[in-house]
């Protein structure tokens, strides 16, 4: 029918440009909405090529041989049974990243590329070299080709969005940036991983299950487990729905696949997806909500980033009357007004963001000319909202918070350190050594001399961890260690020292002219000393080596001679990685006086998790990964 014609038309073109967006790193609907668009398609014409079309436009630079195919959709747990039959199934998840190709020459890394549009990828061979998860040599001299997912864990994207103002929506699009930036060097600073799900080995057609193994055996991390029957699909399905927030990653449901290579072999391909392999996405977990109105907040580097005031909306268990707009491009480009109709999404079940805009007013964005907080003029770089005081107090009182943080002065929280900052007694960081003791007992009363003796024991601080307090763009923790270790004194950090150590790329160049200021100066004037965090050795070695070496963990409780960030130093020494207490911590190791409460978490969280937190003592910790 011409109706039908005209929605079929409609359809086509609205697939192609949300999928082009999307592949972009920038996409412009929510998944269940662009879902439902193929499925009306599907329906209204079952073979239409639209549906088969895989990737982005091909950009001509890096033939895949074979094609790198994506995995065909279906959308109910039936088709997924039907589909099975009677074969045995591999399971895993189906990561939203950047499908990438790594390629083994003779055992040794030569080269990396996107999917592109399955055929054609683009070269990402210096960026994808440091990424974690990518092996430099195989095991064998062998030629390989690995595919997988580039992705970063959601909680590295919280930290990197946070420090450059809210540019990124997901951390899809970050790591898709990240991945295609000039700079390979921002792969691993901003901690990009690789995750296989599939090796091409050259005359080793073998089971599903074998390839498992050898990607396992190469040290790649995959995105598959292992195997079930057709009759454990459902309750498959079911758990890793229900237990999708205990991951520290996005992804947004299963893939299934055959694991008999005969039978692989047997089905084969059509020339846009695999017969042999099947994906069924999670149940959206998301919502529709109005926007009451939209408020303006000061970063510490003075960026003023929009926050939208909602109708509370109930997603994945929390409820939510706020949620970030990211920047005031991004205000600008949806029309953003009170009274608009907004698509939430908890981002990785964690961090609500918008999907979609229905602009439900005839009102136009109105975008600030001056600070809320200092009334300085504000300017508008295209992306970012910025204020041009120089001295506005939100923005020093936010230096002072992050500081407070970093160094972890505790007491001191952020009503305190406003009443402080609104008083007057404090005007920098570097102001809360001049307080007298007799001034916060005033106060504070009993707090007050918490906060007194916290503060004086801050007067020695690791190198490291006071160049990350600062709030210097692009010296966080990581770099902040970097500098820390080739540094032999204050003395040392100098311009030329800064891109020696880090190279002159953006990082480097940014750090360089910060370094130029000499920031510290008024902290060595207050009587702040610094020491160099202990040097390591890596991690810690035996005949069989710590089966412990790059997992994330906590340790709670206290150790005697150790403070907090020298139990960070030591876990760190022994290759493993610090992480805060959350669903998605491989380790909590229990130390003296060691808190109930984080027990008491591990424990609910291994009673239905998938992946369970293993629990230690701090002697059995310390046994496993060596003094």
């Known amino acids: 029918m011409p109706a039908d014609n005209t929605a079929i038309k409609s359809l086509v073109s609205a697939i192609k440009k949300y999928r082009e967006s999307y592949a972009a790193g920038n996409p412009t609907i929510s998944d269940a909405e662009y879902d439902r668009l193929e499925a009306k398609l599907a329906k209204l014409d079952p073979g239409n090529k639209t549906l088969q079309k895989v990737g982005s436009k091909a950009k001509g630079k890096v033939l895949h ?18 589909w099975a039959g009677d074969e045995i199934i591999v399971y895993g998840l189906k990561i ?3 499908s990438v190709e790594i390629e083994y020459k003779k055992g040794v890394y030569d080269s990396a590329s996107t999917r592109g ?39 590295d994207f919280e930290k990197v969005n946070a420090a450059e103002g809210g540019k ?20 691993k600073d901003r901690k990009l991983y690789f995750m296989a799900w599939d090796a091409l080995l050259p005359g080793k057609e073998m089971h599903f299950t074998g390839k498992l193994h050898w990607m396992r055996l190469n040290h790649f991390k995959t995105a598959d487990f292992s195997t ?13 729905s229900n237990n999708r927030n205990t991951y520290d990653l996005e992804m947004d449901g299963l893939v299934f696949k055959y694991n008999d290579a005969a039978t692989r072999q047997r089905v084969g391909s059509t020339a846009h997806h695999p017969r042999w392999m099947i994906a069924l996405k999670f149940p959206s977990r998301g919502g529709t909500t109005t926007l009451k109105s939209i408020t303006w907040q000061v970063g510490r580097t003075g960026k003023i980033t929009p926050v939208a005031e909602i109708e509370p909306i109930a997603l994945s268990g929390a409820t939510f009357n706020r949620v970030t707009l990211h920047n005031a491009k991004f205000v600008i480009d949806k029309k953003l007004a009170p009274g608009d ?65 970093t160094v972890k002065i505790e007491g001191l929280g952020e009503v305190t350190a406003r009443a402080l900052w609104d008083s007057g007694a404090v005007k920098s960081a570097a102001g809360l050594y001049s307080l007298e003791k007799r001034y916060l007992v005033e106060q504070f009363g009993k ?3 918490k906060i007194y003796e916290n503060i004086q024991g801050a007067l020695k601080l690791r190198l490291d961890i006071f160049l990350a307090a600062l709030g210097i763009k692009a010296l ?47 902290f060595v004037k207050a009587g702040v000393t610094f020491v160099k965090p202990a040097k390591t050795a890596g991690p810690a070695k035996s005949s069989k080596g710590s089966s412990l070496a790059g997992k994330s963990v906590y340790i709670t409780g206290s150790v005697e001679g150790m403070k907090k960030e020298d139990l960070e130093a030591f876990a760190e020494s022994k290759g493993l990685v610090w992480k805060k207490m959350s669903k998605s911590l491989d380790i909590l190791v229990l130390a003296n006086k060691f808190g109930a409460e984080k027990l008491k978490f591990a424990e609910e969280t291994n009673k239905t998790a998938a992946k369970k937190i293993l629990v230690m003592k701090w002697e059995d910790f310390v046994k496993e990964v060596g003094k």
């Open 65 to 82: 041989d074979p094609p790198m195919l994506s995995s065909d959709k279906v959308y109910t747990v039936k088709e997924v049974i039907e």
């Open 96 to 98: 939203d990243g950047l």
């Open 117 to 155: 549009n399955g055929e054609y990828g683009e070269d990402v061979t210096a960026a994808a070299a440091n990424m974690k998860g990518v092996p430099r040599e195989l095991s064998e001299k062998i030629n390989a080709k690995v595919r997988g997912e580039a992705f970063m864990n959601v909680s």
């Open 168 to 187: 990124y929506d997901s951390p899809r699009n970050l790591a898709v940036g990240t991945l295609r930036s000039k700079d390979p060097s921002l792969v």
């Open 228 to 240: 079930i029957k057709p009759s454990e699909i459902e309750s498959t399905f079911d758990n890793l």
């Open 341 to 405: 109709s907004l698509d939430i999404v908890r981002s990785g079940d964690v961090i609500p963001k918008v999907t979609g805009v229905k602009n439900n007013s005839t009102k136009r964005p109105v975008i600030p000319k001056f600070c809320p907080v200092c009334e300085s003029a504000t300017s508008f770089d295209g992306t970012f909202l910025n204020c041009t005081g120089k001295s506005c107090g939100e923005t020093k009182l936010q230096e002072l918070l992050h500081f407070v943080d």
């Open 447 to 449: 707090n007050g001399e």
């Open 476 to 522: 966080g923790k990581t770099v902040s260690k970097e500098i820390a270790k080739e540094a032999t004194s204050l003395a040392d950090l100098t311009p030329a020292f800064a891109l020696k150590v880090l190279g002159n790329g953006k990082i480097g160049t940014d750090v360089s002219e910060a370094f130029a200021k000499k920031p510290w100066i008024p």
